[in-house]
Each structure stands twice: as C-alpha cells, then as structure tokens.
T-cell receptor, first 114, second 112 residues
Framework: EAGVTQFPSHSVIEKGQTVTLRCDPI?????LYWYRRVMGKEIKFLLH????????ESGMPNNRFLAERTGGTYSTLKVQPAELEDSGVYFC????????????FGPGTRLTVL | QKEVEQDPGPLSVPEGAIVSLNCTYS??????FMWYRQYSRKGPELLMY????GNKEDGRFTAQVDKSSKYISLFIRDSQPSDSATYLC????????????FGAGTRLFVKA
C-alpha cells in the first residue's frame, strides 16, 4: 500500500512568487493534516481536513496561505505571495477516521524562499 | 512558554547503552502522548503512543507518561547504530480533530 506522498520534494522560489504544494494521502483516509517546520523550530500544526471540509485551520499563519481538498482526496497548499519566513519543510499527514488513529506522515516538501 | 519542552541534544551514546529521552508539557488537556522517530530527509514515523498515564513497552522501547507531573519519557534498551535519528515527542487531545503538538526533537547518535 502506498504511503502519503508529497510533491514537489523541494521547491526554490523568489520572494513574491507563488508556490503550490500537493499532498496525496493514503487511499481511504478521511483525515488530512498539514504541518510545517521552520528552521530551528518544532513542527507546527497548520490545518486539518475531514474529507473536503476544513475542520480546524487555527494554525494557518496568515491569508497568504490557502489550502484546498477538492473531492476529499488530494490536497494542495498554496502560498501567495511567498515571503522569506515561509521557508521550511511542509509535512502532510493522513489518518483513517476521526477517532484517534496513527497519523501517517509524508516525506515533506522543503520550501526555500530567496 | 512552549506547550511542549524537549531538549534538542544532540545526545551521543555507545552501542548497547540505555537511552532516556523526555519531554515536559503544560496543557493538562492532552490525552494522547506519542513518540515519533525521524530520519534525515524523511517524515516522522510513529514509534509508540500512550493514552493517559502509564507505561507501554514494545520490544526495546518503553514509553512512560506521568500526567500528574506533566512528564513523558522514552527509554531505548540495547541501543543500536540504526537507532540514530531525531526523536520527537508529541501530544494531542480531541479538539474536533487530533492536531498534534510536537516537541523540538532530540537528535540521537548511537556509536558503534
């Protein structure tokens, strides 16, 4: 069974540009989470989808970040316009349902904003 | 004050040593306590989780939770070079979902 996949693995963009990160969760997993680790800091929660609905977006840093999960399958996280402080590793995780389940993490997308 | 405090290390031990990793936390609403292992350029991988207080053992790994002290530990017995990784403590409580709060991670090196 394929795990959580993320694309691209690494993105380098200039300040002010737009970047879109993609996450494909494990098939059948209703719950999808986005997390971010910036340099020297801990991994922090961004938001949580249950199917196509945003359950909790309390961790989104500002309105330059837009997450979508159309059809309840894959999810995208768009940063527009990107700023230097957005650099970091963006992780996606999925879990089966809304009781406690193991969250399976993808390998992350390393975003560098120059 | 951070919700979860974890010494980032690095921690270097010889092969075969017992490793003790720990975290403290401040939010008494946390119910699930996890330890993740993360290798370089990989995502975190769940090692163990414990619900509420108590101990849990899985092979060479033992997790302990003391909710009264807001303190959790992970012990690794007979450590191996393959255990060299970053170990992240993490916690969650149901808030409509299970968003996870992570510690900073402890970098562990096990020398052969």
């Amino acid at each position: 069974e394929a795990g959580v996949t993320q694309f691209p693995s690494h993105s380098v963009i200039e300040k002010g540009q737009t970047v879109t990160l993609r996450c494909d969760p494990i098939s059948g997993h209703d719950n999808l989470y986005w997390y971010r680790r910036v340099m020297g800091k801990e991994i922090k929660f961004l938001l949580h989808f249950v199917k196509e609905s945003k359950q909790d977006e309390s961790g989104m840093p500002n309105n330059r970040f837009l997450a979508e999960r159309t059809g309840g399958t894959y999810s995208t996280l768009k940063v527009q316009p990107a700023e230097l402080e957005d650099s970091g590793v963006y992780f996606c995780a999925s879990s089966l349902d809304n009781s406690y389940n193991e969250q399976f993490f993808g390998p992350g997308t390393r975003l560098t904003v120059l | 004050q951070k919700e979860v405090e974890q010494d980032p290390g690095p921690l270097s031990v010889p092969e075969g040593a017992i490793v003790s990793l720990n975290c403290t936390y401040s939010n008494s609403a946390f119910q699930y306590f996890m330890w993740y292992r993360q290798y370089s350029r990989k995502g975190p991988e769940l090692l163990m989780y414990t619900y509420s207080s108590g101990n849990k053992e899985d092979g060479r790994f033992t997790a302990q939770v003391d909710k009264s002290s807001k303190y959790i530990s992970l012990f690794i017995r007979d450590s191996q070079p393959s255990d060299s990784a970053t170990y992240l403590c993490a916690m969650s409580g149901f808030t409509g979902g299970f968003k996870t709060i992570f510690g900073a991670g402890t970098r562990l090196f096990v020398k052969a």
